[in-house]
């Protein structure tokens, strides 16, 4: 497994992964700047807006980010027509677990790294608002795992079709139904997994002043639920991604 | 002479075809084996499952003198270097990289690295990315890989597909050279016969999956000769030198002779020469693989009778 691993690493070497997992924390972090609380009041609220609103930026991110990660992952084999050629070398379990460690690597590199940002945009903007250690390692979990589901679902469609497009367009269309059912009923969200960032999230728009045009962010609780659903679908796409390599005949 | 592969009554199916069929493969150690045959039949799906890539419906695979099976499957591969359709490497990485990672995955040091480059003449190119290499470098980056660790066995399909000639010719010398320069034993596919026959010394033909002919070069040469057409100027002169050579004369100025040794024929061409016959064109046939297993059957049918 640790040679399977290694050449993982070689492979990705001038694939430029890494700065796909930089670019989405990134791309949050600037998001999240912009919208940079002012006064005494937002500024006293400030970590409960940036939790709230960090699921619907992932919400609009993240899918297509897994979608690159792992078509990436798999394209690398399809163009060098190297799987033949591994399966002569090495086992179907280690080069498909080499793979899915290298890839769930990636993806916590990503969570933490906008978990950094995050913290770190408090820091910078002088947030008052205690920091929510708890919540933020939540927001780590939730993300962690729906990225994990959404990546074994466009690792299994890459190896279906050994073409990137698949995944990129489930990808983009995941995008767009996840962001509309972020703003429908939570019920409708629940069947929408591209957008279950969303549910997940342990925030909610507890006040909205229509005519200070003011809001105030607070705790519901966490959605273990949905989480441990969550994992489960993940764990299920990781192992029909495993049946099928290690049934394809090529 | 010791057998480095052997199959015995060898099946693959997909669905209600039989994409090999009972396929009986013997390769005797240290030779190159041609294996030929029309495109679709069978020979990649029997080195496929000569690798474990996929698997047989029925029979068995012995490699290296033992029977095939899911435990000691790479620990033969790992005495076997293969390129199968089409050839391997990543595409942003350099030959040198990439030779690392096969080297890293077969247990081998770098140092073999230099040798295989050496090999496939490829030293001089080896930090350039794969992606910028063209067919031919990219098949003997494919048959360097494969030459990682020197193993006892090589298992090409088809490498000089898609080559041009000079790339052709560089990978016949290349193959035909690696029994004597690396210790290999070579089984190499292809669909033509006449690209086999300046390399080989063995040969095993299949069509439909099924295994046609299998045996020494020169004894698949014999019966692989076909008609000589001539083509005359005057065939009434030709037909008494015809006819006193036991062949059949008629009036066409194309006269179709039966297969002749190099030496009659050339006799007979100076004969017809001398004749004033006019001889300006002699265009030998070579059978078609079909051809060849009718001849080779009726030839065993004769015997038998």
Known sequence: MNKALHTEFQKAHRRHDLWICLAVPLAAAIWSASAM?????????????????????????????????????????????????????????????????????????????????????????????????????????????????????????????????????????????????????????????????????????????????????????????LLGFTMLLAALLFAAAWQLIRNKEV | MQTVIETKALCKQYGSRMAVDHVELHVPQGCVYGFIGPNGAGKSTT???????????????????????????????????????????????TAQENLEIVADLKDIPYKDIARVLDIVHLTQDKNRRVGQYSLGMKQRLGIAMALLGSPKLLILDEPTNGLDPAGIQ????????????????????SHLLGEMEQMVEQVGIIDHGHMLFEGPLSQLQRHSRGDV????????????????????????????LPPLQDALLADLVQKLADSGAGVVEVTPHTKSLEEIFLSLTGTEAAHHE
């Not at chain 1, 299994?156 to 050994?162: E, K, Q, T």
Request: hydrophobic share 50%; net charge neutral.
């Open chain 1, 37 to 225: 609380p002012r006064g005494a009041d937002e500024l006293a609220n400030a970590y409960s807006a940036l939790l709230y609103s960090l699921p619907v930026l992932n919400t609009v991110l993240m899918p297509l980010a897994m979608a690159v990660l792992a078509s990436r992952l798999w394209d690398v084999e399809v163009k060098g027509c190297t799987v033949k050629l591994l399966y002569t070398l090495q086992t179907r379990r280690s080069l498909f677990a080499a793979k899915a460690v290298f890839g769930a690597g990636e993806i916590l590199l990503m969570v933490l790294l906008e978990l950094a940002a995050t913290a770190l945009l408090g820091y910078i903007q002088h947030y008052t608002e205690a920091f929510p250690a708890a919540q933020l390692a939540y927001l780590g979990v939730c993300t962690y795992g729906v990225n994990l589901m959404l990546f074994f679902s466009e690792l299994l469609l890459m190896l279906v079709f050994s073409n990137p497009m698949p995944a990129l367009c489930v990808a983009i269309v995941g995008t767009l139904l996840g962001l509309f059912s972020a703003f429908m009923p939570r019920l409708v969200s629940y069947f929408v997994p591209w957008g279950y960032y969303v549910p997940l999230g342990c925030y909610e728009v507890a006040v909205w002043n229509e005519a200070e045009h003011t809001v105030l962010y607070g705790m519901t609780r966490y959605n273990w639920g």
């Open chain 2, 170 to 189: 560089e990978m016949r010398t290349l193959i035909q050279s690696m029994p004597a320069a690396t210790g290999a034993t070579v089984l190499i596919s």
């Open chain 2, 47 to 93: 080195m496929k499952m000569l690798l474990g890539l996929i698997h047989p419906t029925a029979g068995q695979v012995t490699l290296l003198g033992q029977t095939l099976n899911e435990k000691n499957r790479l620990a033969l591969l790992r005495q076997t270097g293969s390129m199968i359709e089409s050839p391997a490497g990543y595409l942003h990485l």
């Open chain 2, 229 to 256: 057409a001539v083509r005359l100027l005057n065939p009434a002169k030709a037909a008494p030198v015809l006819r006193a050579n036991g062949l059949p004369a008629g009036d066409s100025c194309t006269v179709t």
